[in-house]
C-alpha cells in the first residue's frame, strides 16, 4: 500500500479531494498538524468544507493523524521511502521506481514543504512547462500517487 503525507495542509478542500483520491488508490492518508482548517476526531464532524470535498467517501479513507512533524518521523519504520514532492526539486517524479510501502510526501499550499524537511528525505518534481509556478495540491497527489500506482501494475481491473 502507498502513503500520502500532507504537511501542514492550509485547505480543506484540498485535504478532502486527496481522501477522496487516496479512498480511490486504496492509499493511506497521513496528516501532520497544524492544519489549517478543524479536525474533531473524524473528518465529518470538523470542518464543513472538508467533509464536502470527501463526499460521502470518508468511511474508506484509512487515515492517520500526526501531532507533530517530528512524531511522523520517529514513527517511520527503518527503511521507510519517503518522497518529497517540490517545485525546488530537480529529479522528475517519474525517475522514482515506487514500491509499496512509499511515502509521497507533499506540503501545504501556500508555501510548500520547507527546506530543513527537503533536506531529510529525496525530492522530486512535476515538471511543468508552462508558466505557472506550482500545481494545485490535490493535482499534485494525483499525478505523483496515480504513477506509483502505474508503475506498479495496479490497474483497479477484478
Known sequence: MLRVVLYQPDIPQNTGNVARTCASAGAELHLVRP?????FGAAAA???RLKRAGLD???HVRHVLH???EKFVEGLEPG???WAFSSKAQQPYTAVAYQPGDYLLFGPETRGLPDDVLRQFPAVTIPMPGPVRSLNLSVAVGIGLFEALRQL???GEG
Open 35 to 39: 492544519f489549517g482548517f478543524r479536525w
Open 80 to 82: 521507510a521511502r519517503v
Open 153 to 155: 501494475g495496479v490497474s
Open 67 to 69: 501531532d507533530s512533524w
Open 46 to 48: 470538523g470542518d464543513p
Open 57 to 59: 467517501y470518508w468511511p
